[in-house]
């Protein structure tokens, strides 16, 4: 699984005809353009697990989750303030 950030109205390119547009969104949801030929199925994963009638049907769709803490070297840097420092400078 490839993990990447891209900004807004960028795009990711996977072959010579699909290409994924990111055009912003809120922290919680993303929206997308895709522009893929009519001859691959585009299937959104909610309608996948409302369509699956048995557990075992559910199970071997893949499941992915966004990582609620990132590794150390991805986070931003905190700037501490002194507040000290700052009451003694006025």
């Known amino acids: 699984m490839l993990r990447m950030t891209v900004n807004t109205e ?3 390119q996977i072959g010579e005809d699909i290409r994924i ?6 922290r919680n949801h993303t929206r997308v353009m895709l522009d893929v030929p009519k001859e691959i199925n585009v ?5 996948l697990e409302n ?9 071997k ?3 992915y989750h ?12 905190k700037m ?11």
Do not use: T, W
Request: hydrophobic residues 35%.
């Open 51 to 59: 369509h699956a009638r048995s557990m075992e049907d559910r199970e």
């Open 80 to 90: 501490v303030v002194n507040d000290g420092a700052r009451a003694a400078s006025r």
């Open 43 to 47: 299937v959104r994963s909610r309608a």
């Open 61 to 63: 769709i893949a499941q």
């Open 10 to 12: 960028e795009y990711i």
């Open 66 to 77: 966004a990582v609620p803490e990132l590794e150390e070297k991805y986070r931003k840097k």
């Open 21 to 26: 547009v990111f055009l912003g969104g809120s």
